[in-house]
């Protein structure tokens, strides 16, 4: 059993800083609809761990070391320029009285200027910046996080709530985290703090405004920004005077050394992979015309047809829990007329304590699992052998570990139905460039009788209704989910998911290689471990790539042409869930069935 040491991090710096260079005129650009609609999620925030460099930071020699703070502050600077949005100012329609006349001389198309659509502007000389912070951790690595191999043996999972991961996090606030009528002081679009354990270990974290980029986008950037840092090390090697020059040994980045390493940021490469921040290509694939007067209503029918669930925020004030009023509040100047359904507030016990579980599936176990997930059921819905579709890995995985969560709670006798809300990524779905920026994403539902959703004998059925609901979601179904989304009074007004106790959210970073990136090329090692940042509520799932380990050292993941499979190093979930559903869930003899050991 592993057991963290007590966390004592010590703050050491905050730069409000800029992207270099500086965009050279200013620029307004409205947000797509789906950015707007997820503006009020939680941020996109994650911690990556990597284990000390080879070879210790030191200013007698040639080499410059990896993970200096200025090193990393400069390379940092030279990414954001290629998404100088994010050091900029999120401002939202208010209200419809004050949604500018859809003139035929306005810059921008009616659909964008409806309430709460959401723009960002950028490149004024005035733009509130990104923070990068920088911190001392008193303990080792290895003192608060397990190694990858010893994750990859614990039968029960790590018990990663032991890691108080959002001290790894700046500390601020993202754009529309209090909602929209709390204000915009104070609020910025990103963050990035470096965390430096007493074993040279770094953690490196990131926090992110979900109108401005989901996880796809967010490791994008940090790849990005490993890749950086890795040219600048280059151009450092053998030029002591110049990494010197520039505080490269230096425990704290300081404003005059990254302003005299502007010289060597013009001498980097482009950031890569180049980023495409174009909103609006996401808005074009809406059905219909979306600048009409008002929506189609056949289109709006295909839409709610799909299966979704859609519960009205502004009707469900009733009997909400205070913690969630502001949240039911209907705004001054709309229109309170129901178009959802109340969110059912008596399934949601917002006081029970939490867990946070991370189970290892290794490739082999989810082989397993995937095996008996695709046997024929003759006769059967879903039945494999007559599917359109075949069940991947990723569904076999989901549909098992959501058996696991209902019978933990208890659904083995239970007719009713229970719910999967499933995060479905639109960049492939809608043909978007694999690099565009931004939250393209929307939430589908798998509903099953809890009985059925615990029986272990029908994996395969549940596996195959998974997969024949992210069927119903094509570009046809999507561009009538966009088409209705474009004519709601507010795009945040209807949440397509729930947290509730026959709920569960499930996000997948699968195929993201997150675990491939390394901030010092010449190790060739990959992040001891990679720590999505999620709200502590009853309910989550999140599907996560795992370190590859050969030898006791994790690789990076090969990208291109004979890379391995997403799930090559197995493959990690993490469970936030009711403490005793935790608890249960892991003591199902169930849960290792298909395991190898």
């Avoid at 050091?87 to 009616?110: D, K, L, Q, Y």
């Avoid at 963050?191 to 490196?204: L, Q, S």
């Avoid at 999505?532 to 030898?551: L, N, T």
Wanted: glycine share 8%.
């Amino acid at each position: 059993m592993f057991t963290p040491h007590p966390l004592t991090i010590t703050p050491l710096t905050t730069h409000l800083t800029q992207p270099f260079p500086l965009p050279s005129h200013p620029t307004t650009t409205p947000l797509s609809v789906i950015d707007a609609k997820v503006a009020q999620f939680g941020p996109a925030a994650a911690v990556w761990f990597f284990s000390a460099p080879s070879s210790p930071p030191t200013t007698t020699n040639t080499t410059p070391p990896p993970f200096s703070p200025a090193l990393l502050l400069l390379s940092f600077r030279k990414t954001l320029s290629a998404y100088p949005q994010w050091a900029g100012r999120v401002s939202a329609v208010p209200h419809p009285s004050s949604a500018p006349p859809p003139t035929s001389t306005h810059p921008f198309p009616p659909h964008t200027r409806r309430p709460r659509r959401l723009f960002v502007t950028y490149g004024t000389g005035a733009d509130p910046g990104v923070m990068f912070s920088t911190a001392a951790c008193a303990q080792t690595l290895a003192d608060m996080v397990p190694s990858p191999e010893a994750r990859a043996r614990m039968p029960q999972g790590w018990d990663a709530a032991e890691l108080d991961v959002e001290q790894f996090l700046p500390a601020i606030k993202v754009w529309f985290s209090a909602g929209f009528e709390s204000g915009e002081e104070g609020h910025l679009g990103m963050g990035a703090c470096v965390t430096r354990f007493a074993c040279g270990g770094v953690a490196v974290g990131v926090k992110m405004a979900h109108c401005l980029a989901d996880a796809a986008a967010m490791t994008g950037f940090v790849r990005g920004w490993a890749g950086v840092h890795g040219d600048l090390l280059g151009r450092c090697e053998g030029r002591s005077e110049l990494w010197t020059r520039i505080g490269a040994g230096r425990d704290e980045p300081e404003v005059a050394d990254t302003t005299r390493g502007e010289e060597v940021l013009r001498l980097l490469n482009d950031v890569r992979p180049a980023p495409v921040f174009d909103p609006l290509l996401l808005n074009a694939t809406a059905a219909g015309d979306v600048d009409a007067p008002a929506a189609d209503p056949t289109i709006v029918a295909r839409a709610r047809h799909l299966p979704q669930h859609r519960y009205d925020w502004w009707a469900s004030g009733g009997d909400c829990p205070e913690v969630m009023q502001a949240a039911c509040a209907v705004p001054a100047g709309f229109d309170a007329a129901r178009i959802g359904d109340p969110i059912p507030w008596a399934e949601w016990d917002f006081g029970v304590a939490v867990a946070h579980r991370v189970l290892h599936f290794s490739a082999a176990e989810l082989e397993n699992i995937w095996r008996a997930a695709s046997i024929e059921m003759k006769g059967e819905p879903g039945d494999p052998s007559t599917a359109t579709s075949r069940i991947s890995r990723h569904d076999a995985l989901l549909a098992f570990v959501w058996m696991l969560v209902n019978r933990a709670r208890g659904f083995a006798r239970d007719a009713a139905p229970v719910h999967l809300n499933m995060t479905l990524g639109l960049r492939a779905r809608l043909a978007l460039p694999e690099h565009f920026v931004g939250s393209p994403l929307v939430l589908a539902r798998v509903s099953s009788p809890g009985e059925e959703a615990c029986d272990a004998e029908r994996l395969a059925v549940t596996a195959q209704r998974m997969r024949d609901t992210l069927g119903t979601f094509d570009r046809h179904a999507l561009g009538a989910v966009l088409h209705d989304a474009m004519f709601q009074d507010s795009p945040q007004r209807v949440w397509n998911g729930f947290l509730g106790v026959r709920d569960v959210i499930v996000t997948s970073w699968a195929r993201l290689g997150t675990y491939g990136i390394s901030f010092d090329p010449r190790s060739g090692r990959g992040p001891w471990l990679v720590q999505p940042v999620m709200p502590a509520v009853d309910g989550i799932i999140e599907i996560m790539e795992a370190p590859f380990v050969v030898g006791g050292e994790q690789e990076v993941r090969v990208e291109g042409e004979g890379e391995r499979s997403w799930y090559a190093g197995g493959v990690d979930v993490d469970l936030n869930f009711d403490k005793v559903v935790v608890e249960k869930l892991v003591e199902d003899e169930m849960l290792r069935k298909f395991s190898v050991r």
